[in-house]
């Protein structure tokens, strides 16, 4: 199907009628996006590197590939001929997502959109030389004597990341000029945490933050043809020393003209990228009063759990029908409200279980989404709990006082 034309049915799964979605990579935003296409009676396929992801569970079928192989991954779009194919993750080969994209299917939000976003080094370049939006000062290194040179140029402390790899891995700061040695160790301990083969690292200036905020923006079509694009309520999160988020809530009760520029500069980004569906807009707010955009997810973003909570079409079910040319009608917020992720302690925990739900599920209007992670390893995101409040005070002071009674383990109540 192409753009301009909006989609007016849907068919029954599993027979010659279906609509059929293909998620490349099936973690817990694939699952989430799954539950919604079921809503619809979309046929589900997930594929991924590991059998049992979470996403697989809630699939009619499912493929366990290597998804940096081409071959792998264009043999199976083929067998399974979906109308929309949905990246999830950074780890796929986008090469092969072009080659399918230039034969024909639909690739959401688009082939180029999924590989600038998904490379830390082209999506620098992009935002900052191609739309010359403001971001961190940063150098690009190859090896660790361009570590040591980046370091010195960008300044200290910084930080040292894989081109491609998420939620923090490989991520090192750099306080003070280390020794050469240091400087190897630290350009291949980023190495052994990236995704694909490059030997490219990031080197980005460490700045201190006041907020960080992440403004999902979408881009769907109109009955009559019309692309719209759109940003929903920014949401505000926090890491608290940590390179992954902990804690979401919508809205933001930040200055206006604060959040009016990390509209304005989310809406630059997504109408330059196009496509359809859902892009995640990460802006940095520092001490000295900079907004900066910092990363782009080509799909929903893991702070917006909240979502699910404060609006009345979450960012999960307004990519699907981005994705399938169905139309959005107006986002409304409904309630104030926050999410606060849940993250394993332990390495090599199968089949966890995850205990403190009496004392969690009793206060009013917090709930919680267990991904259902085969296993475990240290700093592996595995739950999150989201709750609903009359401002987000309410809400993120009920999931505070719960979180800490939630325990991943192996099995015994401790």
Known sequence: MTIGRCRDFLGTPLSSTSVKVLLLGGGEIGKEVALEAHKLGIEVVVVDRYDNAPAMHVAHRKYVVNMFESNAIKEVVRRESPDAIIPEIEAVNTEALKELELEGYNIIPNAEAVKICMNRVDLRNFLSGVLGLPTTNYFIASDEDEVIKGCDKVGYPCIVKPEMS?????????????????????????????????????IEEFVKLDAEFTVLTFRSLRPNGEVRTETLEPIEHWRYGKFHYIESWQPSNRPEEVLGRCREYSMKVVNTLGGMGVYGIELFLTNDGRLLVSEVAPRPHDTGFVTLVTQDLSEFAIHLRSSLQLPVAKVRSISSGASYAIYADEDGVWGPKYFGLCNALSVEDVDIRVFGKPSTYRGRRMAVLIARGINTDEARSKLRGVVDKIRVSRGVDQ
Request: aromatic letters at 10%; hydrophobic letters at 25%; charged letters at 15%.
């Open 166 to 202: 998420s939620s923090g891995h490989g991520h090192v700061v750099v306080n003070t000029p280390l020794n050469d040695r240091n400087y190897y160790e630290v350009y291949w301990n980023a190495l052994r945490h990236s995704r694909g083969s490059s030997h490219r690292v990031i």
